[in-house]
């Protein structure tokens, strides 16, 4: 088996590199990295004699894809990952995967087709692939090895989900009334029948209506549904989301003005199942945007109203699965409890996160964002959200705030709101353009944000306070040449109280857990970075990471202690990642 | 500029237009005053009235207001009989919309008979244990029409017409009981003895023109149901009684049951679903052939002691005792 491996390898590697050289309509892509971790786990919490103190971990990977192009209209791609795991000899730990196929082009001159791996994405309420407020804010240190994560995981900067299926385009031009229509379709598989379940698949689309540069109106739709007939199965589900949107662009004088809408109606039901109930709700989005071009000012103010019974799959799945638990130090102390995912985790193991959209609502943690967990989606949420930036136009600085004040749209348990708050102010100065150091860079920026849950009421137990507080500081500077000194520290604090929605399988709120912290996370580090090139970077990198829940010692005999015992990481790593 | 501000305009109607439809407001999950406020009883436990009729269709209406919801059961026992009814719900409130009323059915029988009933409410609740007593007992001035055909409820002992047949075992006792605490009214049939040469004690022969009730039964056997009281002695090793509705065509069909308990319980057969065990007529299950019934306690050589009362024909669904 082996044997027919490696040849297979090396058939392919053959193959790219003659292909390499001998015709231009055969090329190599992809990328290369080799990972080192070495942790240092430390608690004096207890004399902790099981969990190991030291671990050793990391990988070399390279993904290598060969891209054929035919003829000018049809692309093929298909993409190898070659990974050698830490430690790995002779093809002992070593795998050979699969990483992506697809095959695409234009049909006729004007139909755009992709079938295969696809990455798509529609609107916020339709299908998008939401950053959560943990990863929303990069840092020097950070971003490298989540980057890595994301990476991984095809999760895009445009907020694509990666798909399995097809995918199509096509406009047509008018010469009244509007000047094009776009459409937008897709359909792909998300759960293969078996086990007694149907195939489940996710289909949609949208259709785009350009009536000038300044006014554009569309609809879009999303179903995730299961295809009945696949198995023996008689109960289906369905969740169809019909949405609206419509943009106005207008430029006065050096100002541009941007007014958006959309809105939609969804419904989620479990045919063929008389316990299920039909979930049907509404929301509507509004946003006004003005920038002025000559000073690199803009606002962005809005209001969102989403009904407590809208679903929306493609939208609502969230990234990070909560229900899992971290790869490194699964469990620790001399209990051996599971410990509880931080964000040190949520940087660097891809196997937290979520591949494929899910039907309902995911349980959130509260810790990282209990206002819009599932995104500017999240259902029973109304209210305003503000965004300010002022961009240098020199470059010498940016600076920022963010703002969304929402509530309930109905109570929980009770018909008193809770009110959410969540904002942020960013500043970053890029002192060598504030100094003229022209060979040097020197930026250093940082985040203060805060999010704070509450509810008052007649009687104690309605009552909810809980806050998040979140600080984010950054330095990268040039030493010589292309050499960097990156550092980073960032804080995540969250105490108080919240009674946490639990939902049955129909995400139906059926009861609530009393959840109570007071605990703090940190991460100190720096590094240096070189790059060789623009798309490829040596990095080594110190940090370390300490958790505390400060109500640990109040509650270790208790099962809210499981996983809460306090403990430091120290951790180097070495980073080499190239794109080619 | 203007036609800028039009579109604007246009945009925030279409959102007026959407804000103006209509949402169910009601809050989400379970109320919290439940789940975690004090419980408070705001009006107290009552009936609404002393003395019922239920023959003449009247009802008893409990009625109780606490401050969240709660578990709440009431139990009505019978002075006499000592029969129960149990009625129970979560709310925090009680009365007739939502299974407070009392219509004289029993949970436990035996059935309500013209007797006093003491009747209590118990609340259960995660920090709760609370329970009120009526302080006057509810008078039955008349029981309840079952409805339905009645074949015997031995009250007057054997029907008129009826053939014993007793085996020459040890110690046979086949005789009417007499008994405030029957099942139905004040007496029920016990079948004991110890045979050790037949697997039956013998047998009750019904013929169908000595049952209680002039009985013309309905021709669709998936509608007529048989129901009986039964339960055995504390002395019995085997627990069987076997009922075979002898047809006109001399067709046998026979209701098997076992599982007595020495508590009353009641045993319910659709017609349809009796097993054949002769086919001289061709098989066919017809209620409206009834001929007579045939009732063998079933001892399997071992000490057996079985009661039977009160045998009904009831159509549309089992007896409601």
Redesign the interface.
């Known amino acids: 088996m082996k044997l027919i491996r490696n040849t297979i390898l090396i058939a392919y590697i053959l193959i790219a590199n003659l292909s390499w050289a001998q015709s231009k309509k055969i090329w190599v892509s992809g990328a290369a990295r080799a990972v080192m971790y070495g942790d240092d786990y430390n608690t004096n919490a207890e004399n902790d004699t099981t969990t190991a103190r030291k671990l050793q971990s990391g990988h070399a990977l390279v993904d290598l894809g060969v891209n054929i192009q035919p003829n000018d209209k049809i692309l093929i791609q298909g993409m190898v990952r070659i990974r050698n795991d830490y430690g790995g000899f002779w093809g002992s730990g070593v795998t050979f995967d699969v990483r992506q196929l697809y095959i695409k082009g234009i049909l006729g001159g004007f139909l755009k087709y992709q079938l295969g791996d696809i990455n798509y994405k529609l609107t916020d309420y339709t299908f998008k692939n939401n950053v959560g407020l943990i990863n929303k804010y990069g840092g020097v240190l950070t971003t490298v090895p989540l980057e890595q994560v994301q990476y991984d995981l095809f999760y895009m900067n445009d907020n694509t989900w990666r798909q399995q299926g097809a995918a199509i385009d096509f406009a047509l031009q008018f010469d009244e009334v509007i000047e094009e229509a776009e459409f937008n379709l897709f359909t792909s598989r998300v759960r293969a029948a078996g086990n007694g379940q149907d195939d489940r698949l996710y289909s949609g689309g949208s259709i785009t209506l350009v009536q000038s540069e300044r006014l554009k109106i569309g609809g879009n739709f999303a179903n995730l549904y299961d295809y009945a007939g696949t198995s023996n199965n008689t109960i289906y589900l369905k969740n169809p989301v019909y949405t609206g949107v419509a943009e106005y662009n207008r430029k006065v004088k050096n100002t541009h003005l941007m007014a958006a809408l959309e809105t939609g109606v969804s419904k989620l039901e479990w045919q063929g199942d008389e316990a299920a109930p039909v979930l049907k709700d509404y929301f509507y989005d509004v946003n006004l945007k003005a920038a002025w071009v000559k000073t690199g000012i803009s606002v962005t103010a809005g209001y969102r109203d989403v009904g407590p019974n809208f679903r929306s799959a493609g939208a609502q799945t969230m990234q990070v699965n909560y229900q899992r638990a971290p790869r490194a130090y699964q469990r620790y102390g001399n209990d051996q409890n599971v410990r509880a995912i931080t964000m040190m985790d949520m940087y660097r193991d891809a196997s937290l996160y979520q591949t494929q959209i899910v039907a309902g609502l995911m349980t959130y943690d509260p810790r990282y964002d209990n206002a819009t967990p599932y995104g500017r989606a999240t259902p029973n949420r109304k209210g305003f959200n503000v965004l300010f930036d002022y961009e240098d136009t020199d470059g010498r600085w940016n600076v920022g705030v963010d703002a969304e004040l929402l509530t309930d749209v109905v109570g929980q348990g009770t018909t008193t709101l809770k009110n959410y708050n969540t904002g942020s102010v960013f500043a970053e100065l890029r002192l060598n353009k504030l100094f003229n150091w022209e060979e040097r860079k020197v930026w250093i920026s940082g985040r203060y944000g805060m999010q704070d849950t509450k509810r008052s009421g007649e009687q104690a137990y309605e009552e909810i306070d809980l806050a998040t507080r979140f600080q984010d500081l950054n330095l990268t500077a040039t030493l010589f040449g292309d050499l960097e000194l990156i550092a980073q520290y960032r804080i995540w604090q969250t105490k108080g109280d919240e009674l946490v929605a639990e939902r049955n399988s129909y995400s139906e709120v059926i009861d609530y857990s009393e959840y109570s912290i007071d605990y703090n996370e940190s991460i100190l580090g720096a590094g240096l970075q070189y790059g060789f090139t623009e798309k490829t970077n040596l990095r080594f990198m110190w940090q370390t990471f300490a958790w505390e829940d400060q109500q640990f010692a109040a509650k270790t005999d208790s099962e809210a202690a499981v996983g809460s015992m306090p403990y430091n990481i120290n951790t180097w790593t070495l980073f080499f990642t190239m794109k080619f | ?1 203007i036609v ?1 501000m039009k ?2 305009i246009i ?2 109607t ?2 007026l237009l ?2 103006s ?1 209509e ?11 439940d ?3 004090g419980f408070q009883v705001f009006e107290d436990f009552e009936a609404s009235r002393n003395n019922v009729d239920f023959y003449n269709s009247e009802s008893v209406v409990f009625t109780c207001r606490f401050s969240k919801q709660v578990k709440w059961t009431i139990h009505v026992i019978g002075q006499t009989s000592g029969a129960k009814k149990v009625l129970t719900g979560f709310s925090n409130f009680i009365d007739e919309t939502n299974g407070g009323a009392w219509d004289g059915t029993t949970t436990m029988l035996p059935m309500f008979k013209n007797e006093a009933n003491l009747a209590y409410l118990t609340v259960d609740a995660i920090d709760t244990a609370y329970s009120d007593t009526l302080n006057n007992l509810i008078s039955i001035d008349g029981v309840r029409d079952n409805g339905g055909s009645l074949v015997s409820d031995f009250n007057n002992g054997l029907n008129p017409g009826f053939n014993v047949f007793v085996q020459s075992g040890a110690d046979m006792r086949f005789d009417t009981v007499t008994d405030p605490k029957s099942p139905e009214g004040t007496a029920f049939y016990e079948m004991s003895g110890d045979v050790a040469f037949a697997d039956d004690l013998g047998n009750i022969m019904m013929p169908k023109s000595a049952f209680t009730d002039s009985i013309s039964l309905n021709t669709n056997g998936e509608v007529v149901y048989f129901n009986v009281f039964a339960k055995k002695g504390p002395q019995a090793v085997s627990d069987i009684f076997v009922f075979q509705f002898i047809e006109e065509d001399n067709d046998i069909h026979e209701y098997v049951f076992q599982g007595l308990t020495e508590e009353w319980q009641q045993f319910s057969i659709a017609y349809a679903d009796l097993t054949t065990t002769i086919t001289a007529g061709g098989g066919f299950k017809n209620p409206d052939k009834l001929a007579q019934i045939v009732v063998l306690p079933i001892g399997i050589k071992l000490p057996f002691e079985g009661f039977i009362d009160y045998m009904v024909f009831t159509e549309n669904g089992p007896l409601i005792p």
């Not at chain 2, 949402?23 to 005053?33: A, D, Q, V, Y």
Request: glycine letters at 8%.
């Open positions: 500029m800028m579109k604007i945009l925030f279409i959102s959407i804000i439809c949402r169910k407001t009601e809050t989400l999950g379970p109320n919290l005053s789940i975690y406020g």
